[in-house]
């Protein structure tokens, strides 16, 4: 068969989502020969239609679709209606992700042996470990063109980064460089390289940066494997008698149901709306929702310990030319728990334009003590960070009890509680970025506090044993033997990397272990 | 270093004309127009008086020296229109100008947009900051103020950069001083 694919082709893979996990999964299953259909609830959105413009950006590519928060996080005071800053159209958050790219450590694959037992935190070890792992990172590494790996030279550093590493010598920090990055420092696999354009959020004008959209994606479709059908929201995961899904229903772009009949279907649309589709896909053989059994569905939410320092200097920096995220300080990743808090963080140059930064630096603040650290944006330098926040089981998301979507469905609520972990980590990143800009002469510094999640994690956690989680090693549900979850969501805990490589490497993993089930006749 | 050039790109009768003022200069015409420097405006849905202040306002919540009135006016435009298209948005304005005009009466015996030093008026709106209306107006000039182009010139943002070739060969590494 070829596609595109007719509806009651139930020999298909149905993949829903197009992002870092669904985007690849799909394009590795149709490189392999395996009839792929992705759905992805966004529009398709190519390179000519980006604009170096932050909030038309905004508007055009994010999940806007309304949910609610709850909780003791500050997001849910700034931001209620907006817990987590992700996009909804084909490529998926890596159409705005700003590319860094790295590894984790060989401990963060055992977060509750290394950490141990931490009040409050439902921390796991993963069933798998880096070793498992590094033939699927450096595959993932080499698909994405990541800067210092397969002899790929790092990007050049712009003067955010400039500063960032000025300061970072002066207190002794080792490892800082301009970051392993999917965007490529020169022409590789059909792609430019980088102009230092800026506006790595906005979709990259180049087509430097990786993503799905314009790096997998079309390798996919070019197998004659793969179909991408945007604007089709699932709205539930169908199964037979005997407890197999046999397909989906999702709304088209007019709003009218359809039904995909599939093969397998592999779940891949972020960590909140990948547990929302399990709890809504709830029958009357599964009444807590698909592939619930243990009751984990939607738990264990993690959103990163995050936050941000800015930092105001006596000379112009321009922190907004050249790539967002070329820069970054590892040495505070480490797990050591003399600082006050289990497990670490990353140290990563950020910049927001004006727009923004207005909306982003110090939500709620006005006045003299606001517009004057606006009216010195040129003189401004800025990092992010980015480290391992606590899995708790109260952090969660669940369906809203009365409120319901277009299609009737139940919205979800994300319920999350900074953990006290999270928490003295935090301070302690406030107070090391703030030291880094200080001592190059930062004549004011501004804590900034957590945007709306970019890194969602955790819902539908891998397990070994099936009471502890969702997922098995390979992202197959325990409870469905043909059903995958495909992105983040089957983090088991969050480590202090960007997630995407994980994710993509999961992805890749994932692909292999379908193809090598179907072979063996066993899916 | 490229350094970027942050003089507004106006004429110089307009330079002149927008002054540095702490208060707002707006006077409202027998036909419902406000005049202020180097701008004017005629309100869809608020009254004239409610449009000035609400300028006089905007000006206290985010201000910029360097900014000329106009970009106030701007925002609050904004703020105008949405009152026309909703008349719960109208009576939350109007009646807050009302409360906030009450206050400074109270306070200093003349109207909001009358009272002289910043710090006064501040005041005055630190007590209703958690009041809708405050809120309302804050959180429209996130965007209604910060998302205008000319005041990312006067900020000293150089905005789209795509269509210059990106900043490869413009100054993204030029720092000379660290």
Redesign the interface.
């Known amino acids: 068969m070829a596609a595109p694919y007719d509806k009651n082709d139930d020999s298909v893979v149905v993949v829903i989502g197009s992002g870092a996990g669904g985007g690849t999964l799909g394009a590795e299953l149709a490189i392999n020969g395996i009839d792929t259909v992705i759905l992805e609830a966004g529009g398709r959105h190519e390179t000519e239609d980006f ?3 932050e ?1 038309p950006m905004f508007s055009k590519i994010s999940w806007l679709d309304k949910r609610t928060t709850s909780g003791s996080w500050r997001v849910a005071q700034d931001f209620a209606g907006l817990p987590a800053w992700i996009v909804k159209a084909v490529g998926g958050s890596t159409v705005h992700w700003a590319g860094a790219s790295l590894r984790f450590q060989p401990h963060e694959f055992k977060a509750h042996t290394t950490y141990g037992d931490i009040a409050g935190a439902s921390l796991l070890d993963w069933p798998i470990d880096l070793k498992e792992m590094e033939p699927w990172y450096a595959k993932a590494e080499d698909r994405m063109g990541v800067t210092r790996t397969n002899d790929i030279p790092g990007l ?4 955010n980064f ?2 960032m590493k ?1 300061g970072a010598d002066k207190l002794g920090y080792k490892e800082c460089h301009t970051g392993r990055m999917a965007i490529n420092s020169q022409p590789r696999h059909d792609r430019a390289g ?6 790595c959020f906005q979709g990259c ?2 087509g430097a940066k990786w993503s799905t959209l314009v790096a997998e994606i079309p390798k996919g479709e070019a197998t004659g494997k793969l179909e991408v059908r945007p604007n089709a929201q699932v709205l539930k995961i169908e199964h037979d008698k005997s407890g197999k899904v046999t397909g989906v229903l999702y709304a088209d772009k007019d709003g009218n149901q359809q039904r995909q009949k599939a093969r397998a279907v592999c779940v891949a649309g972020n960590s909140i709306e990948s547990p929302r589709l399990l709890l809504n896909s709830a029958s009357s053989m599964f009444p807590d929702g698909l592939a619930n059994s243990s009751g984990q569905v939607g738990r264990n939410y993690m959103r990163h310990m995050t936050g941000s320092v800015y930092a105001v200097f006596d ?4 922190m ?3 790539t967002t995220m070329a820069g970054i300080i590892m040495d505070e990743a480490k797990h050591d728990p003399t600082r006050g808090f289990a497990a670490g963080y990353e140290m990563e140059t950020l910049s927001l ?3 923004f ?3 982003f630096l110090d939500p ?1 603040a ?3 003590e ?2 004057s650290a ?2 010195m ?2 003189n401004m330098a800025g990092m992010w960070l980015v480290g391992e926040d606590m899995p708790q089981e109260k952090n969660a998301i669940t369906l809203h009890k009365s409120e319901k979507d277009a299609h009737g469905l139940p919205i979800p609520n994300v319920h999350f509680d900074d953990h006290e972990n999270d928490i003295a980590m935090r301070n302690h990143a406030y107070r090391q970025g703030a030291a880094v800009y200080d001592a ?1 002469g930062a004549t004011r510094t501004f804590p900034t506090p957590p945007y709306p999640s970019t890194h969602n994690l955790g819902t539908n956690r891998m397990s070994e044993k099936p009471g502890d989680g969702v997922v098995n090693k390979w992202g197959q549900a325990h409870d469905v033997k043909n059903l995958f979850v495909s992105d983040g969501s089957v983090f088991t805990t969050g480590a202090a990397e960007n997630p995407t490589l994980t994710i993509v490497s999961l992805a890749l993993r994932q692909a292999h272990h379908i193809k090598d089930r179907m072979a063996k006749g066993t899916l | ?1 490229r ?2 050039d ?1 003089r507004p790109k106006v004429s110089r009768r307009e330079v002149l004309a927008a002054g540095g003022a702490a208060l707002v200069a707006a006077t409202v015409t027998p036909a419902g127009v406000v005049m202020g420097k180097a701008w004017a405006a005629t309100p869809a849905a608020l009254k004239p008086e409610t449009f000035a202040t609400l300028v006089q306002m905007s000006r ?5 020296d ?1 900014f000329a009135d106009a970009l106030y006016a701007t925002a609050v435009e904004g703020l105008d229109k949405a009152a026309k298209g909703d008349a719960g948005t109208k009576k939350l304005l109007e009646d807050g100008v009302s409360v906030l005009d009450a206050a400074a009466q109270k306070a200093h015996k003349m109207p909001y947009d009358q009272v002289g030093w910043e710090l006064d008026r ?1 005041i005055l709106l630190r007590a209703i ?1 958690k009041d809708p209306f405050f809120q309302k107006v ?1 959180g429209h000039l ?2 209604g ?3 205008q182009p000319k ?2 010139t006067l ?9 210059k ?4 060969d ?6 000379n ?2």
């Open positions: 604009e170096n413009d909030w050049p550093g712009n003067n400039r500063i000025a980088c102009q230092q354009i800026g506006f004008k180049t000379k112009p920096v321009h907004y030319r050249g334009g004006v727009p930064l207005a909306a709620g006005w006045g003299r606001f517009s606006m009216d944006y040129p190059v | 270093m350094l970027v942050k206290d919540i985010y201000p910029h360097n501040v900051e804050r996130v965007t103020l910060y998302n005041v990312w900020l000293g943002y150089e905005g789209e950069s795509a269509s070739g990106g900043y490869i413009r100054g993204f590494d030029d720092i001083w660290i």
